[in-house]
């Protein structure tokens, strides 16, 4: 497949789609490569923030998800290791939509804006260059004004860029899976998340159901999860068995699935002359909590803007880029790095045991139940 646009975007998940639809929509050629064919599944929780949601409504395309199945989160609890709860009520409601579902609507609403989607199509290879970037692939030769690589954490933008992918220990691995019959939890349309002494940097999540199905899963940093010799299928295993009465008759939709977050590090995300990457591929996750679509969407809006700007000064050379990227960091990346250090925190309360502690209670109350500890949620609706 030959061809040229002005804009060419790698990946059509949450961060090439907002950029595509916003650009496209803006007037702009884009094309969109993605090796899979839609509709795809991403492993993922499924978890959509309440400030996700507002992204999608400022993209004009939440009437469109929710016409498909999800469910609606009013609250989170955290569940500590001895049982008791904390909760925090949102402001505006989050989503939980299946990726299967929401990446869909949103190929269909790039589509819609006028953008070309082609699918089933894998780049090897970015050229940077401040004018005529390039893509390549077995099947792809593609030139174009601007590059955004948004195809996930082995982005091929790295190695155009010249930077290392990021180290292991950079990393966040997940393991989820779809219960069925799970009995009800203690409230309705709330998220569950449990810390536990055996899972430092990290926790197990139980999701309201869609379609019957709950999102169950757990997360933890790389550097954690290597401390110990287990596997992610063991410590998902260990996770359930740490809670027989929530998890008691429930029965396993399809398989187990594994995956890998780029956590976010307060440094500027890769770019070049004429490419800029977003979402995973810039690596923007929270570390705390393993969000990452509301980075991804945001990143999109970020690049968007500026790509407009490039488009119209004519090239997007080195130092234009490296100040998209600035902007995507100071926004995105560095605010989720610094969540780390709350990570840190509550490890050290679980660990050393005094979350039972009626002070240190009241002030993980304070600090979790109020959204203090939680910028985004505090900020919600925005
Ligand atoms: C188990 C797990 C649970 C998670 N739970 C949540 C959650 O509940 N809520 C939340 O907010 N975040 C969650 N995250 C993080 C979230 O899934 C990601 O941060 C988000 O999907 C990033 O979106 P993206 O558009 O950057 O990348 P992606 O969604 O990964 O999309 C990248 C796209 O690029 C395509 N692609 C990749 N390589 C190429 C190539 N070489 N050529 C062409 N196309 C390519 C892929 O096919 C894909 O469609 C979770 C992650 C994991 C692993």
Redesign the pocket.
């Known amino acids: 497949m030959r061809g040229e646009s002005d804009v060419l975007i790698?990946?059509?998940?949450?961060?090439?789609?907002a950029a595509g639809i916003l650009l496209a929509r803006a007037g702009v050629r884009v094309a969109v490569?993605?090796?899979?064919r839609f509709p795809?599944d991403?492993?993922?929780?499924?978890?959509?923030?309440n400030r996700?949601v507002a992204r999608l409504a400022d993209l004009g395309v939440l009437g469109r998800v929710l016409e498909r199945s999800h469910a609606t989160v009013r609250a989170a609890h955290a569940i500590l290791p001895d049982g008791t709860h904390i909760e925090r009520r949102y402001p505006t409601p989050g989503l939980i939509v299946p990726?299967l579902l929401l990446?869909a609507a949103l190929r269909d609403a790039l589509e819609q804006s006028g953008a070309e989607v082609m699918e089933g199509?894998?780049?090897?290879r970015v050229v940077a260059d401040p004018t005529r970037p390039r893509a390549l692939?077995a099947e792809l030769d593609w030139r174009a004004r601007v590059v955004l690589a948004?195809?996930?954490?082995?982005?091929?933008a790295w190695e155009a860029t010249g930077r290392s992918p990021p180290a292991p220990q950079a990393l966040?691995?997940?393991?989820?899976t779809y219960l069925e019959e799970l009995p009800a939890g203690l409230a309705p349309a709330v998220s569950e998340h449990y810390f536990e002494r055996f899972l430092p940097s990290g926790y197990g999540?139980v999701?309201p159901a869609v379609d019957g199905a709950s999102?169950v899963?757990v997360?933890q940093t790389v550097d954690a999860y290597k401390r110990r010799e287990t596997r992610l299928d063991a410590l998902l295993a260990q996770f359930l068995a740490a809670h027989p009465e929530r998890f008691r008759g429930a029965h396993a939709r399809g398989r187990e699935?594994?995956?890998?977050?780029p956590l976010a590090r307060p440094t500027l995300p890769p770019s070049g002359p004429g490419l800029l990457t977003?979402?995973?591929?810039?690596r923007?996750?929270d570390p705390l909590?393993?969000?990452?679509?509301?980075?991804?969407l945001e990143?999109?809006f970020i690049a968007a803007q500026g790509t407009l700007a490039a488009l119209e000064r004519g090239r997007l050379d080195a130092g234009a880029a490296r100040a998209i990227a600035g902007r995507i960091a100071l926004r995105v990346g560095v605010p989720a790095a610094a969540r780390r250090a709350i990570q840190l925190g509550l490890d050290a309360v679980i660990r050393s045991g005094v979350d039972d502690l009626p002070l240190v209670k009241k002030l993980l109350t304070l600090g979790y139940g109020s959204g203090a500890l939680d910028p985004s949620h505090a900020r919600a609706g925005r």
């Open positions: 790698v990946g059509a998940g949450p961060a090439g789609a490569v993605d090796r899979a795809r991403k492993t993922c929780g499924d978890a959509l923030s996700a990726r990446d199509v894998s780049v090897r692939g948004a195809d996930g954490p082995g982005s091929v966040g691995i997940a393991i989820t999540w999701f999102n899963g997360y699935r594994t995956w890998q977050l977003l979402g995973d591929a810039a923007l996750v909590s393993g969000e990452g679509i509301w980075h991804a990143s999109g």
